[in-house]
């Protein structure tokens, strides 16, 4: 019923949209040509009448025509991206025709290109915050990316993507400038088209594989990404700007002969990596070795030695080549996709129409992703003061998860040995008869079923009315909605003869609806002051509810529905939630002679997620700009072609918590003295409010040599405080905790950009280079110890005061004994208090005295302190783009240095041979004769979390490449077509890297946008590799 009621909402907004269209008597008509300075015709130039609705859009051959202008004098501007605006100043008369022609310069900074800001549009040239433009020709670029985060990476400088894993549809954690939070959601804030959406993973996250609810947005339909870094851009958005805010601007039509689109691409999908493990030959040799030093003969042919499954079976599998399990559970994928628009109009209505289908099988046996999107966007002059448009994106997708990490399938096999068989003698399932072994991979994989289905759209209405030349007035009604269903369904487990098969059906809605409405005013005064100000209102309300049916035991594993169940066998959940949002904003742009910039804006937002006594806030934020290269004494240099220097100081908040955490809770079932009954959980807190950050920013721009060479540099610094943190308060209570706001983190860093055009006659070639710096620190913690924030077991990521969020807590590795000894025993204190024989080969530590202690110290754990860093030191990425006659190369390297992995299987698939699979590195273990300093002697080994396993995960990853060809205008016109290219390219394809891990491009498989995602995200367990494509495909336009 809502879907129903929301598409007749649907269309009766695209009606509304084409119902006001109008015709006019002739009047005075303009015609011409627009050229470039080799006086090529430039088709898709927009011509328009300056401060006015009335424009229209060049052919192919340059000319264009505007009709229905009345006498008077105008300002006819032609512009086009790459291009500096051409402005021409003229008179006509009632019923005169006259011809300008235009002649458009390159714009080498790309200062004429429009900026999209919160609530408006800017030139490059007047902006005074730090944003950062990706273009759709960018997104083109990346052949085979899933989803237009991942195209982002490496483009931005300052802005750290991590994809989970390369399971199609997987999630994305994106950190702009750091992290800025500890238990509140770190993830920017997304507006597409004006409208900010539901983001992150709605769905249960069953089988450790969750899902990224944008990776449905399709890319092709973008025409920019804007990413607002700093407060004087992200402030607009009030308390949900501290993180950073990504817009995401669609495709529009333009204004003339209609052009068709057309793509299709199809190539394979694999593992960009594959761990390395031990054959069935070497593991059962690494046995013998063992038993070997303990003096022990060899091992008799009927010894069980993994459930029922005898050391005689064993060693003939591996005669026969053992088990790749591995293997077993990858493929060589595939993805196909299409793609079709049309768009073009006249000067009365303009429209874009696209439609894509895209299916990925990807490289993990069983995960199958396809989705089905389209979009209509449409604009009409309904009058010569009023214009209507409708933006609506539609999107369905059918995500088939497999078990993942520790969960099972790719995680188990990274765990069982490789001399137990897929199958029995009699074709069922091999698996141990005792629990507590690692399950059969193969058999995860074909009896476990999740299937997430998911319909979304994304759309919304607008009327823009002009008062006259300096009034606008913008009123627009979005609505996001994501409906999602998850059926899961796993067979009884065959090494658990008590286990039974079960089944769970999740369905969750969420409708988040937005209304803005603003005025904006510009004027200009004497040609010498600029004034724009904008004032306006957004009211924004979401909603989500769930609920879910779980069965079990049923008749047979036929029945894979919980209604199938047995009635008391059968359990339900529902819930509900919700939030409000009520804003006001005022914006202030000012110019003095073109080169004096300055901007002022102001929000004020009230939530529902807030206690009563703080459920308003301000978030003011202020910026300038000098173009000291407009100066006379700057004007003419050789060298210097523009200098720009701009700073701003601001307020942002950040709102991404729970709905009603500052509510009290009650348990129904609470027991007391042998009774039930309802009872406080949670301790309610009034004065709970958003984290506030405020921030600085400063930067230059430059550009030499004609602008050839051009780039930033950029400064800044961020302090959030008001953290939200549960604080322990006096037992008499009745509590041990309460959430506050009262935490405060640094991050600071520097951003430099580049770019250059090395060669530019026949043979050309463009540089583009970006590379961040950013330092995260946390100021306070109202006393917590480092395990408050524990996200895992003792050793994984933790937060301690003078350290980065999800700082790493171990206990450094002392190398290994290389001779029988008897060694004191220390306390915290240094003191000895007694001795312990330790065996030459057994691993050795520190403690927090520099003394070396053994892990059966009863103090071992509390001897951790912080080691390695989550955070990168630098990251950045660097473009090169060839192209000679019609033939292009692009290529982007990404990089990451100087940030640590703690890989948690690693402690046990090296050393503990007699529970899981082995990694080569186990051979170099401790004997008499190769005494290694680095692994443990084979059975003097307890695998324990220490800095041992820490590892460096710097990178260098060619990210995306794409070869292409264009065919001659001539061959096209023999085609009947307007442009054709072919290419080849690709994702991911070679990864530069010390990790001796599956990927270093690793994340924990929680929730990204969590306490856990920004605590633990850098200690993966049993980790999935990310996704290498290899892409063909072609494009058209008629």
């Given at each position: 019923?809502?879907?129903?009621?929301?598409?007749?909402?649907?269309?009766?907004?695209?009606?509304?949209?084409?119902?006001?269209?109008?015709?006019?008597?002739?009047?005075?008509?303009?015609?011409?040509?627009?050229?470039?300075?080799?006086?090529?015709?430039?088709?898709?130039?927009?011509?328009?009448?300056?401060?006015?609705?009335?424009?229209?859009?060049?052919?192919?051959?340059?000319?264009?025509?505007?009709?229905?202008?009345?006498?008077?004098?105008?300002?006819?501007?032609?512009?086009?991206?790459?291009?500096?605006?051409?402005?021409?100043?003229?008179?006509?008369?009632?019923?005169?025709?006259?011809?300008?022609?235009?002649?458009?310069?390159?714009?080498?900074?790309?200062?004429?290109?429009?900026?999209?800001?919160?609530?408006?549009?800017?030139?490059?040239?007047?902006?005074?915050?730090?944003?950062?433009?990706?273009?759709?020709?960018?997104?083109?670029?990346?052949?085979?990316?899933?989803?237009?985060?991942?195209?982002?990476?490496?483009?931005?400088?300052?802005?750290?993507?991590?994809?989970?894993?390369?399971?199609?549809?997987?999630?994305?954690?994106?950190?702009?400038?750091?992290?800025?939070?500890?238990?509140a959601g770190s993830e920017p804030l997304y507006v597409i088209d004006g409208i900010p959406v539901t983001s992150g993973d709605y769905s249960s996250g069953a089988l450790g594989s969750g899902t990224n609810a944008l990776s449905d947005l399709n890319q092709n339909d973008i025409e920019s990404i804007e990413v607002l870094k700093d407060a004087a851009s992200a402030a607009i958005y009030g308390s949900r700007g501290a993180n950073g805010v990504i817009i995401v601007t669609t495709k529009k039509g333009k204004a003339g002969k209609t052009k068709f689109d057309a793509s299709i691409s199809s190539g394979i999908v694999k593992e960009t990596n594959r761990l390395k493990l031990l054959s069935a030959t070497e593991m059962l040799s690494l046995r013998d070795r063992a038993r070997a030093e303990m003096g022990m003969g060899p091992e008799p042919a009927n010894t069980p030695i993994y459930g029922s499954w005898t050391r005689g079976q064993a060693d003939s599998l591996a005669e026969l080549g053992g088990t790749?399990?591995?293997?077993?559970?990858?493929?060589?994928?595939?993805?196909?996709?299409?793609?079709?628009?049309?768009?073009?109009?006249?000067?009365?209505?303009?429209?874009?129409?696209?439609?894509?289908?895209?299916?990925?099988?990807?490289?993990?046996?069983?995960?199958?992703?396809?989705?089905?999107?389209?979009?209509?966007?449409?604009?009409?002059?309904?009058?010569?003061?009023?214009?209507?448009?409708?933006?609506?994106?539609?999107?369905?997708?059918?995500?088939?998860?497999?078990?993942?990490?520790?969960?099972?399938?790719?995680?188990?096999?990274?765990?069982?040995?490789?001399?137990?068989?897929?199958?029995?003698?009699?074709?069922?399932?091999?698996?141990?008869?005792?629990?507590?072994?690692?399950?059969?991979?193969?058999?995860?994989?074909?009896?476990?079923?999740?299937?997430?289905?998911?319909?979304?759209?994304?759309?919304?209405?607008?009327a823009d009315y002009t008062f006259n030349n300096s009034l606008k007035f913008r009123s627009e009604f979005g609505i996001d909605v994501l409906d999602q269903n998850e059926d899961?369904?796993?067979?009884?487990?065959?090494?658990?003869?008590?286990?039974?098969?079960?089944?769970?059906?999740?369905?969750?809605?969420?409708?988040?609806?937005?209304?803005?409405?603003?005025?904006?005013?510009?004027?200009?005064?004497?040609?010498?002051?600029?004034?724009?100000?904008?004032?306006?209102?957004?009211?924004?309300?979401?909603?989500?509810?769930?609920?879910?049916?779980?069965?079990?035991?049923?008749?047979?594993?036929?029945?894979?529905?919980?209604?199938?169940?047995?009635?008391?066998?059968?359990?339900?959940?529902?819930?509900?939630?919700?939030?409000?949002?009520?804003?006001?904003?005022?914006?202030?742009?000012?110019?003095?002679?073109?080169?004096?910039?300055?901007?002022?804006?102001?929000?004020?937002?009230?939530?529902?997620?807030?206690?009563?006594?703080?459920?308003?806030?301000?978030?003011?934020?202020?910026?300038?700009?000098?173009?000291?290269?407009?100066?006379?004494?700057?004007?003419?240099?050789?060298?210097?072609?523009?200098?720009?220097?701009?700073?701003?100081?601001?307020?942002?908040?950040?709102?991404?918590?729970?709905?009603?955490?500052?509510?009290?809770?009650?348990?129904?079932?609470?027991?007391?003295?042998?009774?039930?009954?309802?009872?406080?959980?949670?301790?309610?807190?009034?004065?709970?409010?958003?984290?506030?950050?405020?921030?600085?920013?400063?930067?230059?721009?430059?550009?030499?040599?004609?602008?050839?060479?051009?780039?930033t540099a950029t400064y800044y610094f961020k302090r959030t405080s008001d953290m939200l943190l549960n604080v322990s308060i006096p037992s008499s209570s009745g509590f041990s905790s309460i959430l506050e706001n009262v935490g405060k983190m640094n991050n600071h860093g520097y951003e430099f950009t580049l770019v250059s055009r090395n060669l530019t006659g026949k043979f050309k070639w463009t540089t583009d280079f970006n590379i961040s710096f950013n330092r995260n620190k946390v100021i306070d913690l109202a006393g917590l110890p480092p395990d408050a924030f524990e996200s895992g077991e003792p050793g994984e990521g933790r937060v301690m005061v003078g350290e980065p969020v999800g700082q790493a807590y171990l206990v450094p590795f002392a190398g290994i004994q290389q001779h029988d000894e008897t060694m004191n025993v220390y306390d915290l204190n240094g003191n000895i208090t007694g001795t312990e024989f330790v065996h030459a080969g057994q691993d050795l530590f520190y403690d927090i005295n520099g003394n070396i202690i053994t892990s059966n110290n009863p103090n071992f754990y509390d001897n951790r302190v912080p080691c390695g860093n989550p955070m990168p030191k630098f990251l950045g990425g660097i473009t090169n783009t060839f192209s000679y006659k019609n033939i292009e190369l692009n290529f982007l390297f990404s990089f990451v240095y100087g940030n640590t992995i703690y890989d948690d299987p690693a402690k046990q698939q090296i050393g503990a041979w007699k529970q899981i699979a082995q990694r080569p590195e186990v051979l170099d273990a401790w004997t008499s004769v190769n005494q290694s300093n680095k692994v443990p002697a084979l059975n003097y080994y307890t695998p324990t979390n220490s800095n041992r396993f820490l590892y460096d995960a710097s990178y260098i990853r060619l990210r995306s490449i794409t070869l292409s060809y264009m065919f001659s205008e001539k061959l096209c016109k023999k085609l009947k077509l307007t442009t054709c290219k072919i290419y080849i390219g690709g994702t991911n394809i070679l990864t530069f890297t010390k990790y001796p891990g599956w990927d270093p491009e690793a994340m924990r498989n929680v929730d990204p946008n969590s306490q856990q995602g920004n605590v633990s995200f850098a200690g993966p367990s049993l980790q999935t590799p990310q996704a290498k494509t290899l892409i063909c495909g072609i494009r058209l336009t008629l």
């Open positions: 019923m809502i879907m129903k009621n929301f598409m007749k909402r649907i269309f009766s907004f695209i009606l509304i949209g084409l119902m006001y269209i109008s015709s006019y008597a002739q009047k005075a008509t303009l015609s011409g040509i627009v050229t470039d300075e080799k006086n090529q015709p430039m088709g898709f130039v927009s011509v328009i009448v300056k401060t006015t609705t009335i424009g229209t859009t060049t052919n192919i051959n340059g000319e264009y025509a505007i009709g229905n202008l009345g006498a008077g004098t105008y300002t006819i501007v032609a512009n086009m991206m790459g291009y500096l605006k051409s402005e021409q100043k003229l008179t006509l008369l009632e019923h005169e025709k006259k011809e300008v022609n235009f002649v458009m310069k390159e714009d080498v900074l790309l200062l004429n290109q429009v900026v999209v800001v919160g609530y408006g549009v800017k030139e490059k040239r007047e902006v005074t915050g730090s944003i950062e433009t990706i273009k759709a020709k960018d997104l083109t670029q990346s052949s085979g990316s899933g989803s237009f985060e991942q195209v982002m990476q490496g483009r931005a400088s300052g802005v750290q993507i991590i994809t989970a894993n390369g399971v199609a549809g997987a999630p994305v954690k994106i950190n702009i400038r750091g992290t800025s939070s500890i238990s790749d399990w591995i293997d077993k559970t990858l493929q060589l994928g595939n993805q196909q996709q299409a793609s079709v628009s049309a768009s073009g109009g006249n000067d009365k209505t303009i429209f874009y129409a696209g439609g894509t289908y895209f299916k990925e099988k990807g490289f993990l046996k069983g995960n199958d992703y396809e989705k089905i999107n389209g979009r209509i966007n449409l604009e009409n002059n309904a009058t010569d003061k009023l214009k209507l448009g409708v933006n609506m994106g539609l999107a369905f997708s059918n995500n088939k998860r497999i078990p993942i990490g520790d969960a099972g399938g790719l995680g188990d096999a990274q765990r069982m040995f490789p001399y137990l068989p897929v199958y029995n003698a009699d074709g069922s399932y091999f698996s141990p008869t005792k629990q507590g072994y690692p399950s059969n991979p193969v058999w995860e994989l074909d009896t476990k079923k999740y299937i997430v289905k998911s319909f979304r759209t994304i759309s919304n209405v607008f899961q369904f796993d067979f009884r487990n065959v090494q658990d003869a008590t286990s039974v098969s079960s089944a769970w059906n999740r369905h969750t809605d969420v409708i988040n609806w937005t209304t803005n409405n603003f005025f904006t005013y510009e004027k200009e005064i004497n040609a010498l002051h600029d004034f724009t100000a904008t004032l306006g209102n957004s009211i924004q309300k979401s909603h989500t509810n769930g609920v879910g049916l779980n069965g079990w035991d049923f008749p047979n594993d036929f029945y894979t529905t919980p209604n199938a169940a047995d009635a008391s066998n059968k359990t339900g959940y529902y819930y509900e939630t919700g939030s409000a949002f009520i804003s006001n904003f005022f914006r202030l742009n000012y110019k003095l002679k073109n080169k004096y910039i300055a901007a002022f804006s102001i929000r004020n937002d009230g939530s529902s997620r807030f206690g009563e006594n703080n459920r308003y806030g301000w978030f003011p934020a202020i910026s300038t700009a000098w173009i000291a290269s407009d100066e006379n004494f700057l004007e003419h240099s050789k060298i210097l072609s523009y200098l720009k220097l701009r700073g701003s100081f601001g307020y942002t908040g950040n709102a991404n918590i729970g709905d009603f955490a500052y509510l009290g809770v009650y348990y129904p079932n609470h027991g007391y003295a042998g009774n039930t009954g309802i009872a406080p959980g949670v301790l309610p807190n009034p004065n709970l409010s958003w984290e506030k950050s405020k921030q600085l920013d400063l930067t230059v721009e430059w550009g030499v040599l004609k602008n050839r060479i051009s780039g």
